[in-house]
């Protein structure tokens, strides 16, 4: 068993994230014969697609499906690397000298890596909408959370609502485990496909084509589904008790539902890469802000890469790749060519596969302007509950950023630490000032990049050099 | 628009959608009478008083950002004025004078709150130096009053006084007048006063350059916006002060630092008043959202980066771990830093330079929040006679060559 219940301070390779891309750089670097140490805040390994793939009560394996089991043996070949895995480690700072500072164990502490692979992984896009507050209003992602790792699902009316992948492939998993979906409200554009067609070759030839229509046509057999929602909200007074829609341009509708599941696509989570100083690009392809990486995930920071979905947002199965070719470009570092490492033009071709195949999905579930960049009383920011009216009229009075935005109304200030709120708020700044995203930027992030225990950071293990760094003379 | 009762109604009934913009965004002029460069509160602070106290109107107040977004908006809004010399004691007590009746004089509510200070001593030489500050500050009218350990508890139940501790709470010198403020506020209050007034306040407009004349007196200031032609300018960019004067070829006897802040996440009202301990140099206060605000030191290195070392946090936290452990299960959301000018006798430097027209307001270290009002308003003074206010004149930059040092650094053994 790879579980450690101790760190060391020093690891050639640290690798933050167990998920695809993490798993399979650690495999690379750890059959290399370097001392590696994966850490993850999950309880166990898999990241959010492989959630709880070596624990999961969900057995019967047509749930979940032969994509989600894949991941065995992914985690199976991490486990019998050699590799170390901090379970339950939490990383709230990285250094551009590659130090981590890691909640683990009940106390916090630094380590050192020669190498650090960043695989993070996505986040869900926020889906502002009036009413996502209420109640019974989750995410697609979170509803596919509580499935893989306690096999629950959601009873009563359930809506899904919103485009992309994830959506139809939660929707198969629901049902195939007994769920009832009311209705399925689609908010893809319709202009999307269209726009995606140019895009359509690679994607027709990728493993994605049969996988995503045998989903879908097998989905809608039993669903309801509405497409060209151009307009959404919750209704509710404590929970939500409907959901108001407007397909194209037709009248409003209102359906009753019990729970509201909403989904439109993932980014990738920058919050590490960006506190530590990675460089960031706005992709206006994806609608989010990646990191300028080398094509091997290097940063600009030496000895830091990333991989992933927190690289772009590419799949799971295009993240093992690009885990392993950071793992690579590690071992090279660290050991030169050892000659056990795996095959680098293998990874490339499958690589280049699901890459080309990407244009296409970009493009057809590119979320749309509306459910992007919210107006009036909608939310935008969850914990300081500040609305989409309260951005624009500050951004009106002289607010230019979305730093200066943090005191003006504390926007991205709270528990989330501007997850659920930074995309939002660059596009609404953006759109009211005329700009593009890329010129308005995005949060400062720093460390804590999670919250972390004022007893923790107090109780900080000392060398020698932390106590000369205090010392006055 | 005045902000009023009257006006809050008015404005109320039509939904609160026709306030105007609590300032211009102007187009920089050709020239000006004064240029203060950098509109954090200080910078604002004095176009306020040039425009309001000395009727020079025709000011232009740079600033590479946006206002406020430099310390004035990353300190820990600290307010006291019991310093141990007079001459410091001078200039805060003129300031927290004028916080006293700010919110007034700027129509702007800067949420100064005289909830107390409190500075505890850990160790003998705390009490012996702070025992001479109460006696110093009652002297010159100043109120700081001497706690035992049992009071200070009584005054700030949340604190450990248990004689076990590593850094054990001796006793406290509490100033009752002293408090915090919001600090945003304050930077947006003077801006709207001295717009209002007819000042340009213009941002994302940053100074590359001092012009001189043959004589070699400032004739104006080189920006990112093109060339703005003044007669005098005064510099007053905290941190990044003596890269400023150094395009007018003067070195400075500052050096910055960084210096950190971190936030908790809110809770409820627990923390009465502002705590501080300068041996540990840590800094406690409760914001009115409810968060713990706590300050931490300098780095002992230089540096122009806007993070600090984590050993400098971790140190600060261990003691607040201790001195409150009810805190200790908190949440830590937070922690940002700044770039602070810290002088050799820790003291600021105010008034002219050797070069003609070229003034400097800076060297506040880790302290200038709670002087703002007072030093805008002195530094105003001065650039308008072109000649040191008498508050001002002890901080002059000369002090450095004739070593008529304000050594608050010695009195206080800490940087502050």
């Not at chain 2, 009752?176 to 506020?185: C, E, L, Q, T």
């Not at chain 2, 070229?358 to 530094?379: D, R, Y």
Request: aromatic share 6%.
């Amino acid at each position: 068993m790879s579980a450690v219940t101790s760190l060391d301070d020093h690891y050639d390779v640290a690798v933050i994230g167990a998920g695809p891309a993490g798993l399979a750089a650690a495999t690379v670097t750890a059959t290399a014969g370097l001392s590696t140490v994966v850490l993850d805040d999950n309880p166990a390994p898999g990241g959010q697609v492989w959630r709880a793939v070596t624990t999961t009560p969900v057995q019967d394996r047509r749930v979940l499906g032969d994509d989600y089991w894949k991941g065995q043996e992914i985690v199976q070949a991490f486990q019998a690397s050699g590799a170390k895995h901090a379970l339950g480690a939490a990383v709230w700072s990285l250094s551009r000298e590659r130090e981590i500072g890691v909640s683990f164990g009940g106390g916090a502490r630094m380590l050192e890596a020669r190498r650090v692979v960043i695989a993070s992984g996505a986040l869900e896009r926020p889906f502002p909408i009036p009413g996502w507050t209420l109640p019974g209003v989750m995410s697609v992602g979170g509803a596919q959370t509580l499935l893989k790792a306690s096999g629950l699902v959601p009873g009563g009316r359930v809506v899904l609502a919103g485009a992309g992948p994830l959506l139809w492939l939660f929707a198969h998993q629901m049902l195939q485990a007994g769920g009832q979906i009311h209705a399925i409200l689609d908010t893809s554009d319709r202009a999307g496909w269209r726009a995606a067609l140019k895009h359509a070759m690679p994607f027709v030839t990728s493993p994605y084509l049969v996988k995503g229509l045998k989903l879908m046509a097998g989905v809608r057999r039993r669903v309801r589904l509405l497409t060209g929602v151009t307009s959404l909200a919750a209704g509710g007074r404590n929970k939500v008790e409907a959901v108001i829609f407007r397909q194209g341009s037709e009248g409003g509708q209102r359906m009753a539902a019990d729970m509201l599941l909403l989904h439109q696509g993932v980014v990738p989570n920058v919050n590490l890469a960006m506190a530590a100083g990675v460089e960031h690009h706005w992709d206006a392809q994806q609608l989010c802000f990646v990191p300028v990486l080398d094509t091997f995930g290097g940063t600009g920071i030496e000895g830091v890469a990333i991989a992933g979905d927190g690289a772009g947002i590419a799949g799971a199965e295009a993240a093992v790749e690009r885990g392993r070719l950071a793992g690579i470009a590690a071992v090279r570092a660290l050991k030169g060519d050892t000659g056990k490492l795996p095959d680098e033009t293998a990874s490339r071709k499958v690589l280049a596969k699901y890459d080309g195949a990407r244009a296409f999905l970009d493009t057809l579930y590119r979320p749309s302007r509306g459910f992007r960049i919210p107006a009036g009383d909608t939310i935008v920011c969850r914990c300081e509950e500040v609305t989409a009216q309260q951005v624009i009229d500050n951004v009106r009075i002289g607010c230019t950023g979305p730093n200066q935005l943090k005191s003006f109304l504390r926007c991205g200030m709270g528990p989330c630490q501007g997850r659920m709120c930074g995309l939002t708020v660059t596009e609404l700044i953006a759109e009211t000032r005329g700009v593009t995203p890329a010129e308005i930027g995005y949060y400062r992030l720093r460390p804590p990049v999670k919250p972390i225990a004022l007893a923790e950071l107090a109780s900080m293990p000392k060398t020698e050099s932390d106590v000369t760094a205090v010392v006055r003379i | 628009m005045q902000y009023s009762f009257l006006n809050l109604v008015r404005q109320g009934l039509s939904g609160h959608q026709d306030w105007p913009a609590q300032w211009r965004s102007p187009e920089p002029k050709t020239a000006y009478d004064v240029v203060v460069v950098g509109a954090g509160g200080h910078g604002l602070a004095t176009a306020y008083y040039l425009a309001k106290e000395h009727g020079i109107t025709n000011v232009a107040v740079l600033e590479k950002g946006w206002l406020g977004g430099g310390n004035t908006g990353r300190n820990t809004t600290i307010i006291r004025s019991n310093y141990l010399w007079e001459e410091s004691e001078a200039i805060y007590e003129h300031a927290l004078r004028l916080w006293e009746t700010l919110s007034r004089e700027l129509n702007y509510n800067v949420m100064y709150s005289p909830r107390g200070v409190m500075m505890l001593a850990h160790n003998v030489h705390d009490v012996q130096v702070f025992k001479r500050h109460v006696h110093a500050n009652r002297l010159a009218g100043i109120d700081n009053e001497w706690l035992s350990p049992e009071e200070a508890k009584a005054f700030c139940p949340p604190l450990n006084i248990s004689r076990q501790l590593r850094y054990p709470v001796l006793g406290g010198a509490l100033q009752r007048r002293g408090g915090v403020a919001r600090h945003d506020a304050v930077a947006w209050g003077y801006a709207r006063g001295a717009d209002r007034l007819g000042v340009d306040i213009i941002q994302n407009c940053e100074v590359t350059g001092i012009r001189r004349d043959i004589n070699g007196a400032v004739e104006g200031v080189e920006t990112t916006r093109g060339t703005i032609k003044a007669k005098k300018v005064g510099v007053v960019a905290a941190g990044h002060t003596s890269v400023l004067m150094a395009m007018a070829s003067l070195r400075m006897p500052i050096e910055s630092f960084p210096l950190q802040a971190l936030v908790s996440e809110p809770i409820k009202p627990v923390l009465p008043c502002v705590v501080m301990s300068n041996s540990i140099h840590a800094y406690i206060s409760q914001s009115d959202k409810g968060e713990l605000v706590i300050g931490a030191g300098t780095d002992v290195y230089t540096s122009y980066s806007q993070t600090g070392g984590l050993h400098i946090t971790t140190h600060t936290l261990e003691a607040i771990a201790e001195l409150f452990p009810t805190f200790r299960r908190l949440r830590m959301m937070r922690n940002w830093g700044g770039i602070v000018d810290v002088t050799p006798d820790r003291s600021p430097i105010i008034g002219t330079t050797p070069v003609p027209g070229l003034f400097v307001n800076c060297g506040w270290g880790t302290g200038g929040f709670k002087a703002t009002p007072g030093s805008g308003h002195v530094f105003a003074a001065t650039i308008a006679r072109g000649e040191p206010h008498p508050i001002a004149a002890p901080f002059s930059l000369e002090r450095f060559v004739t070593g008529r040092l304000i050594d608050e650094a010695a009195a206080a053994a800490v940087a502050h």
